[in-house]
């Protein structure tokens, strides 16, 4: 189910809450950036005054009594605003970069339990720009927002109050409106057409970034139907849709950026009328009015800095609004916690079957038909089970329900005589391995591969593996064993190869059940004759095989088999009696 669209404040509230911890160096950066502004209004408010006073009083130590203390004072202040500028920005990127770090946390540990039912045909593309580049993006809330938006109200208010009090009470009214349009009203002008125009160019870039990995995964199917021209056309027309948000997003910021010019340098010519009118009427003289001046130039800087950041904290929001989705997703499966039942192998019961399926059900999310219907089953302890049946028929969602990828909507899967939903999860997953039809290899070397679910396997566990699945010749021929570097997907292992390396890796991590998804079809006959014996043997009579396979002849040494017909239960019994009965299964086995 996907959450309901955030507004921004919802958003910044999401962020804060997510990064509490680093609210405390955050008010400091806050407070060190508002001191360190205010020390810069300062320099410039000292250094006419000390030109001014230079110019005009008279006397013969204007060198000892304004120069010399001017300079000192401006060295002074400069080194103040230099170091608190240090640590405003050191604590500053601490926050941001620790936030990016805590996100970059919960992005996974929020992902890994919807995986793989949320993940598995999910846009990966898409899925990695949302843990990379958009968790970046959000670095902009956190180290370039709440100081500057705190010190575009604090510096230019404090400001124009010391102006009131010190310089000229009138001179400070005229400054008032500019800091208030530049730092509340420009900012936020056409503020709802950026957003969505912000919102579509981070969706671009999503749209992007699959197409691309689509590409890159895809690139033997493109040379091969020379379909390279289409991919392209089609990057293009991404592109263009990208370019378009982006060029709304930068015209009205050019536009906001040009009014916050014209209103700063329209209050500083404001002033000048003002106060050269009052300084001829003799209400104020003219070092109060450059004073004025000095204050005025001195808060452009720090009020203008809200514009500066709306666009990027925009650009920041459609970023968090897409981890939001991700992170606030409720996991397909939940775990049952720690008050589930863990039974220890040695008190688990000898008479319950190890896996049994009751009246299960369970569609697609989306899907108007369901992918299996009312199936009962159970697979004795220490049997070799097969399910067969058409292409479509359930099979893999029976398996995957079976290593608790998703809940049945009705019915249960039993392990041991529980139900799954009652066994923790990991424990459940440590239980029943999978290998799967199409297995992952990562880039990494052969015995990282092999060791993913057991990283303290031994050297006597993982050559035991190696034996079971007839890959020992092959790693041994491999340039350096077992420490041979793979290419991302296993790129220079042979399709075969693959397999038997998928089905190590699940018997090093020593499963209850082990789930073949028709994982030796790319096996020639004699290894595969090979594999199955030594897997009888590492069976033992004690751990369980159910087999997925469309090659119904390959199930006739198996003890049991269930056949489905479109997710429904169609035969079930001993392969030999069921090839005798002219049923579902002996029509399937004549058309081999
Ligand atoms: N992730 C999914 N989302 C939606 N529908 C799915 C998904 N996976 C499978 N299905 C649908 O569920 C039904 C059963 O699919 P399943 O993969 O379990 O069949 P199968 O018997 O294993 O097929 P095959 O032998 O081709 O692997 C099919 O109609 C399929 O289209």
């Given amino acids: 189910m996907s959450a309901p669209a955030p507004r921004r404040r919802d958003l910044a509230l999401w962020l804060l809450r997510h990064t509490r911890d680093l609210l405390t160096p955050l008010l400091l950066a806050i407070v060190l950036r508002i001191v360190g502004q205010l020390v810069g209004v300062a320099l410039l408010v000292v250094a006419v005054t000390g030109v001014i006073r230079s110019a005009t009083e008279s006397g013969t130590d204007v060198l000892g009594g304004v120069v010399l203390p001017t300079v000192g004072s401006l060295v002074g202040l400069a080194l103040v605003k230099a170091l608190l500028r240090y640590l405003e920005q050191y604590s500053g990127h601490y926050v941001a970069f620790s936030a990016l770090a805590s996100l970059r946390r919960l992005f996974f540990s929020r992902l890994a339990p919807q995986a793989p039912a949320a993940t598995d045909g999910a846009a990966s593309g898409d899925l990695s720009t949302r843990a990379t580049r958009d968790i970046d993006r959000v670095e902009v809330f956190f180290a370039h927002t709440l100081p500057p938006a705190a010190s575009a109200v604090v510096v230019p208010l404090t400001a124009i109050a010391w102006t009131a009090v010190a310089v000229d009470p009138v001179l400070a009214l005229v400054m008032l409106p500019v800091p208030a349009l530049v730092v509340a009203v420009i900012p936020f002008l056409s503020g709802r057409r950026t957003w969505r125009a912000t919102e579509e160019r981070a969706r671009a870039n999503g749209r992007i970034s699959q197409h691309v990995a689509d590409s890159v995964a895809g690139v033997r199917e493109i040379v091969a139907f020379d379909h390279a021209k289409d991919r392209l056309a089609g990057l293009d027309r991404l592109g263009a849709d990208a370019a378009r948000a982006a060029d709304r997003v930068g015209i009205v910021a050019g536009v906001r950026s040009a009014l916050v010019q014209v209103v700063q340098l329209g209050g500083v010519v404001a002033v000048l009328l003002v106060g050269t009118t009052r300084a001829g009427d003799g209400v104020i003289g003219w070092p109060e009015v450059a004073t ?32 939001f989705e991700v992170l606030e997703r409720e996991p397909v499966v939940s775990d049952a916690g720690p008050a589930s039942i863990v039974v220890s192998a040695a008190d688990r019961p000898h008479d319950v079957d190890a896996v049994r399926f009751t009246d299960v059900s369970f569609g697609y999310p989306g899907s108007l038909e369901p992918a299996v219907s009312g199936v009962t089953w159970s697979i004795p302890r220490g049997t070799h089970a097969a399910i067969v049946g058409v292409s ?4 893999s969602t029976l398996t995957s ?32 391995a999978i290998v799967s039809q199409r297995p992952f290899v990562f880039g990494r070397s052969v015995r990282e591969n092999l060791v993913l679910g057991a990283p303290d396997a031994t050297k006597e566990e993982i050559a035991a593996a190696l034996h079971v699945a007839t890959l020992e010749d092959v790693v041994a021929s491999l340039p350096q064993g077992l420490d041979t570097p793979l290419r991302e997907r296993g790129a220079r292992l042979s399709g075969g190869q693959l397999q038997r390396l998928a089905l190590a890796r699940a018997l090093i991590t020593d499963p209850d059940v082990l789930v073949l998804d028709e994982s030796t079809g790319a096996l020639d006959p004699v290894t595969e004759h090979s594999v199955r014996q030594r897997l009888a043997a590492w069976a033992g009579g004690h751990r369980t095989i159910v087999e997925v396979t469309h090659r119904v002849d390959q199930v006739l040494g198996t003890d049991r088999v269930l056949v489905l017909d479109r997710g429904a239960v169609v035969e079930e019994g001993a392969p030999a009696d069921l090839a005798d009965a002219a049923g579902p299964f002996a029509a399937l086995l004549a058309r081999v």
């Avoid at 479509?392 to 099979?395: E, T, V």
């Fill in 292 to 323: 004025a001046i000095a204050v005025l130039l001195g808060i452009a800087g720090p009020a203008r800095a809200v514009d500066g950041f709306v666009a990027d904290l925009d650009a920041s929001f459609a970023s968090a609004a897409r981890l």
């Fill in 401 to 432: 329900l079976l290593a608790r990828v998703w809940d049945p909507q009705s019915g249960s899967v039993e392990l041991d005589g529980i139900d799954l939903r009652g066994i923790p999860l990991g424990e459940v997953r440590s239980r029943v």
């Fill in 392 to 395: 479509g028929s359930g099979k």
